[in-house]
């Protein structure tokens, strides 16, 4: 859980001092989001060591209303249809059908 602090006292997407943590991905602060710059930091150091092929931001949620996810996409420009792109995109939607 990586934001227990928040969550302890009612907050459902901010940590303790009142940040989104799903807003501080690209550029987290070592002192003003301490919990997602070690985050970070720890999927750079495993980075460099394998692969990542899945990185899965899971959430809660107070009220069971099924649930939903985003993928990402090896397209990284949004057009072209490379093969390679389009087989790893595919890949990644069975991550939300095993979670199911």
Request: charged letters at 20%; proline letters at 6%; aromatic letters at 10%.
């Amino acid at each position: 859980m990586l934001n227990p602090d928040g969550v302890i006292h009612g907050n459902h997407r901010t940590d303790l001092a009142g940040f989104d943590m799903n807003r501080r991905w690209s550029e987290p602060s070592p002192w003003l989001h301490p919990v997602m710059y070690a985050c970070r930091f720890l999927t750079r150091m495993m980075k460099e060591e394998r692969q990542i092929d899945v990185f899965c931001d899971i959430h809660g949620h107070f009220q069971p209303l099924g649930g939903f996810a985003y993928c990402c996409s090896y397209n990284k420009h949004g057009h072209g249809t490379a093969k390679s792109d389009l087989e790893n995109d595919a890949l990644l939607r069975i991550v939300p059908h095993l979670l199911g």
